[in-house]
T-cell receptor, first 113, second 118 residues
Framework: DTGVSQNPRHKITKRGQNVTFRCDPISEHNRLYWYRQTLGQGPEFLTYFQNEAQLEKSRLLSDRFSAERPKGSFSTLEIQRTEQGDSAMYLC???????????FGPGTRLTVL | AQKVTQAQTEISVVEKEDVTLDCVYE???????LFWYKQPPSGELVFLIR??????QNEISGRYSWNFQKSTSSFNFTITASQVVDSAVYFCALSEARSGGSNYKLTFGKGTLLTVNP
């Protein structure tokens, strides 16, 4: 059984650039979640999808952030005009409606210079 | 608002010692789930356990055990006979239900860094 995969694992970018991350959930998992984790903190919820529908967005998800899940399979998280404060680990998780357990991927570590 | 408190920032033990990681939570939901995750140095969060708010039975899995006490809003995690491979950051988390009862979002504590020395 393949787990959640995320690409890239590391991304270094300059302030003002756009970046996009990809998450491939466990097959047949209809729910997909994005979290952000900064150093010394627990993950913070950003948004989640049930199939292709984005059902909830945190206030942490500013206008510069957008997430998609076309066809209810993989998801992308894009950050436009990156700022140094965006530097963090971006974690993706997937799950199945009704079980409430979320299985996490290895994360994408973003460094904004 | 949901809140999870892990008061212990760091714990250091010697191999074979028992160690308990504390977790206290706050919620207004009557139905919720509590979780523990392990985050080793590689960074990936590993699911350890999920507990329903209606099930207060303690659970044991090998060297791991969990004590859920609704009266004190606590969900503590004990590792018996700790090993060096147990060294990691451990997170307690609480699920939140949307209107309609579907749980979705996890609220995490800040984590406890456990170091097991040989």
């Amino acid at each position: 059984d393949t787990g959640v995969s995320q690409n890239p694992r590391h991304k270094i970018t300059k302030r003002g650039q756009n970046v996009t991350f990809r998450c491939d959930p466990i097959s047949e998992h209809n729910r997909l979640y994005w979290y952000r984790q900064t150093l010394g903190q627990g993950p913070e919820f950003l948004t989640y999808f049930q199939n292709e529908a984005q059902l909830e967005k945190s206030r942490l998800l500013s206008d510069r952030f957008s997430a998609e899940r076309p066809k209810g399979s993989f998801s992308t998280l894009e950050i436009q005009r990156t700022e140094q404060g965006d530097s963090a680990m971006y974690l993706c998780a997937s799950g199945i409606t009704g079980t409430d357990t979320q299985y996490f991927g290895p994360g994408t570590r973003l460094t904004v210079l | 608002a949901q809140k999870v408190t892990q008061a212990q920032t760091e714990i250091s033990v010697v191999e074979k010692e028992d160690v308990t990681l504390d977790c206290v939570y706050e919620t207004r939901d009557t139905t919720y789930y509590l979780f523990w995750y392990k985050q080793p140095p590689s960074g990936e969060l590993v699911f350890l356990i999920r507990r329903n708010s209606f099930d207060e039975q303690n659970e044991i899995s090998g060297r791991y055990s969990w004590n859920f006490q609704k009266s004190t809003s606590s969900f503590n995690f004990t590792i018996t006979a700790s090993q060096v491979v147990d060294s990691a950051v451990y997170f307690c988390a609480l699920s939140e239900a949307r209107s309609g009862g579907s749980n979705y979002k996890l609220t995490f504590g800040k984590g406890t860094l456990l170091t097991v020395n040989p």
